[in-house]
């Protein structure tokens, strides 16, 4: 039997009632953070286009597109969604391989969640469905598959979208292969679009993809029966390394979902260590951005090579620059998504302190950790090192936390009182269902 | 100025004044062949499971799916329109490529050439833009791309899709990269899926998402640049090697499309110098199938690599094995549709012919040749040599043969009047329109 095969036969056998404790919660929090950072993203220009496109497309009235009161096609609405949810680089990471999980599955399972009218459970299960088959796929491939510029959010992003509708269509083992097949077919994305409308894009197509390739395996279409690991299959076309057994070992066991960590800031996960240090020495030495001459960095490579942008011109330009991260974060008191537009990025003030940063990359730190050194004016050094940026698996979000965060993106849509009853709807998931929640995301 | 950016200026630049009179007859050839294998597979289980996912979505009514009295949104029935052109494996074929331009840049063209009321000449002009596009791009990263495994004929031409439809879209050489762009992050497909549905539809998926990346290009969505040659653009992603200065050099005076083959035969274009010469000796000889005691083919390796199957089960695994083709055409006095269909790949006939085919390769052999010999259970030996076989570049098919074959796929159709009025309208492009060729391949 196929990976493939046995991969569909395990997310099949899933059922809420085997799900840790744990996964639940942490299924809620992904679902929370998803939606907050969605309905933040959703007047965003990418958002916008893509939503015009789906309304002219006037198609049936199947799923909500969140934070709107219209519906479309299951297939669009994850489409719309999923670009909202990525749109402001916001949204949650599963660090040991940069992908963004949730931005694809959970767009897929509210959408066929809500034209289904599937319960609270049955949601939860696709979710934690989706995101583990998406994030061990990746685990296979990675980091091979990611060096070589693919955008793996979206790549495996389409496999995961396709398990959790596969999984609320209620697909037997057989049709949910058939689906994995039609999702790596339609597998792509390029990191060469970071930075631009095509980025959150690809959230969205990959969700909507993970759709339609389950609607068409409910529909008998027919596919490869080891779509992953033939020899011209997709690990074998996608990277230049693979190790399959990672999609199913320890399978029900280990929950790579615990390892999802929620964001703090809206750029690339790997300047969070950096924000976090100028925070630090802004807060224990009281130095301000007039007070620096220099800024240098010690980082993981990965930050030069992900967010190297040293003169972003455009909002989304600067959530892929370290540089951008480190000046924005000595002259705001906290960086979200108003730190990351075009017109921040092209503030001159944020321009003059982007050239005084330095950045030193060094294998030895990891990404999640980061030394800021900071020169003054005054000819002071002072300096701090992160062990574990906020929101990684080693220092991770409380619930509160993640609860600010929401209200700091919904409140000024929702008001206080909607933010408030989407939280509780979140952490009470097993007694809500998708339309309750994607309705209780329209303001008033 | 970067690749892409040049290309979609050379793209903006073509008009129909400008296209030699033998490429605008070649684009009729290839409108009047798409058409004909479209019609023959609207009603493929394929296509049915791909319409009516798409009727279930009822969008906007657009543009007409091939062969049936109903409207889609353009995105839409370009998918419909591009699995159905693909789902006999009957398509054109460039043969230095083996890229099946027609089956995603006509559908797309269509699609939007409908919606915008667009004249013959601008359908005409996009077509030939569109698979110009795609051909360029297909040669600057083959034979490396297709080896590893991607089925080109999705990979580039989702990129003739969007050239197409922004084309016919009147976009901008702006607006056309960041189609481009958004066609490269959308760019997928695996030659895994070979003989599956799989297949087919992933021609209707690169159609239908090159409509996508032209709209959302139209309303100002943004992309990389330089999404073909960045340092992780799409040429370096997927191919080991490219040269990209092929999407370019000689525009305008050489055009690939004259090296687009009409297939005579509904299966892989490798198969077919085999299957011409076994009509060959059973013309020459009055050879029978069980007069057949073994039956050696020399040929070019592509041909075990793609049609290796020695025991397909289906018809579209028949249409991969050239053991298929060749028992087939010794039991069959024409190789068609029926011949490729799941009854006869079971025929037990057909099965007990294949066990007597025996296949050896050599690399001295072109694609398109191929010597077969026969040892007769008299123990006589007869063998021949195909120096080009029929469809291909050097053997090109006659726009008479190309009429008796659209008859033979269309008249069940259409009847004999219907399909010779959609003849007429395609060798009369320029004075048609869109909307008038499609209401013509419904039957009245």
Redesign the interface.
Request: net charge positive; hydrophobic share 30%; aromatic share 8%.
């Given at each position: 039997m196929s990976i493939t095969s046995r991969l569909a036969q395990l997310c099949c056998r899933i059922s809420y009632e085997d799900i840790p404790a744990p996964v639940k919660h942490q299924a809620e929090r992904c679902l929370l953070d998803c939606l907050g950072v969605a309905i933040a993203g959703k007047d965003h220009?990418?958002t916008t286009?893509?939503r015009?496109?789906v309304e002219?497309?006037?198609?049936?009235k199947?799923a909500a597109i969140i934070g709107c009161d219209s519906l479309a096609?299951a297939?669009?609405a994850a489409m719309v969604n999923g670009t909202m949810a990525h749109v402001h680089d916001f949204d949650d990471t599963h660090l040991p391989t940069v992908i963004h999980p949730s931005c694809t599955v959970v767009p897929a399972a509210l959408a066929v969640g809500q034209w289904k009218m599937v319960s609270g459970k049955q949601l939860l299960e696709a979710i934690v469905t989706g995101m583990e088959s998406a994030l061990r796929i990746g685990l296979a491939v990675f980091p091979e598959h990611y060096d070589?510029?693919?955008?793996i959010t979206?790549t495996v992003g389409v496999f995961g979208a396709a398990v959790a509708a596969g999984k609320l269509l209620g697909l037997d083992a057989t049709r949910l292969t058939a689906a994995l097949?039609?999702a790596?077919?339609?597998?792509?994305?390029?990191?060469?679009?970071f930075g631009?409308?095509?980025n959150p894009?690809?959230a969205g197509?990959a969700a909507a993809n993970g759709v339609?390739a389950a609607?068409?395996a409910e529909?008998?279409?027919?596919?490869?029966p080891?779509?992953l690991q033939?020899p011209?299959?997709?690990a074998?076309?996608v990277s230049c390394r693979s190790e399959l057994d990672r999609v199913i070992d320890g399978w029900g066991k280990r929950f790579e979902m615990l390892d999802v960590g929620v964001k703090p800031y809206p750029s690339g996960v790997v300047t969070h260590p950096a924000i976090d240090a100028v925070y630090r020495l802004r807060q224990e030495h009281g130095l301000s951005a007039q007070d620096v001459e220099s800024a240098t960095l010690t980082a993981n490579p990965l930050v030069a090579e992900l967010t190297g942008k040293e003169n972003p011109s455009t909002g989304?330009e600067a959530k892929f620059s370290v540089y951008h991260c480190v000046a924005a974060a000595f002259l705001f008191d906290n960086l979200a998504v108003d730190e990351f537009t075009d017109r921040v990025a092209g503030d001159p003030r944020v321009a003059a302190l982007r050239d005084k940063v330095v950045v030193v990359t060094d294998t030895r730190w990891q990404p999640d950790q980061a030394r800021l050194e900071v020169v003054s004016t005054d000819g002071g050094s002072y300096s701090t090192v992160v062990e574990h940026a906020v929101g990684s698996p080693g220092n991770p979000m409380t619930d509160a936390q993640l609860q600010d965060k929401f209200i700091m993106l919904t409140e000024p849509v929702l008001g206080g009182d909607g933010s408030r009853k989407l939280i509780e709807l979140c952490w009470g998931l097993s007694a809500a269902d998708p339309a309750e929640l994607l309705a209780a995301t329209v303001p008033c």
């Open positions: 220009q990418a286009i893509v015009q496109y002219r497309m006037q198609g049936a199947q096609p297939e669009q070589r510029g693919w955008h979206g097949g039609t790596a077919t339609q597998s792509s994305g390029l990191r060469e679009l631009t409308m095509g894009y690809l197509h339609r609607c068409l529909a008998g279409f027919t596919s490869s080891r779509p033939a011209r299959g997709w074998q076309v989304l």
